[in-house]
């Protein structure tokens, strides 16, 4: 199994930053796709960005395009979400997710609370 844990939430006024980090541990040969997902209240969970093995290759929600950066560093078994410019709208709890080369997101953390403020 795959353990993940987020840390790095908060509270921050509107276009404040914040970075999100997602310790993974155990079975962590299996972490080939680590993504970023986002709940608010009300709302189903959304995409929010994703990144392969090596880091070549990244993609992001329409929202966040511009904004946010999401980042590994395999030697640390971490993924990063570097939010700049930060919205009200960005408000949410902001999960980690990993998943194998062919499969879906089958891992999750706990989630971390990100509120922006105006």
């Known amino acids: 199994q795959v353990q993940l844990v987020e840390s790095g939430g908060g509270l921050v006024q509107a276009g404040g930053s914040l970075r999100l980090s997602c310790a993974a541990s155990?079975?962590?040969?299996?972490?080939?796709?680590m993504g970023w997902f986002r709940q608010a209240p009300g709302k189903e969970r959304e995409f929010v960005a994703h990144?392969?093995?090596?880091?070549?290759?990244?993609t992001y929600a329409d929202s966040v395009k511009g904004r946010f950066t999401i980042s590994r560093d395999n030697a640390k078994n971490t993924a990063y979400l570097q939010m700049n410019d930060l919205k009200p709208e960005d408000t949410a709890v902001y999960y980690c997710?990993?998943?194998?080369?062919?499969?879906?997101?089958?891992?999750w953390g706990q989630g971390t609370q990100v509120t922006v403020s105006s």
């Open positions: 997710a990993t998943a194998e080369w062919i499969g879906v997101y089958n891992y």
């Open positions: 155990g079975r962590t040969f299996r972490t080939y796709k």
């Open positions: 990144i392969i093995w090596s880091g070549g290759t990244t």
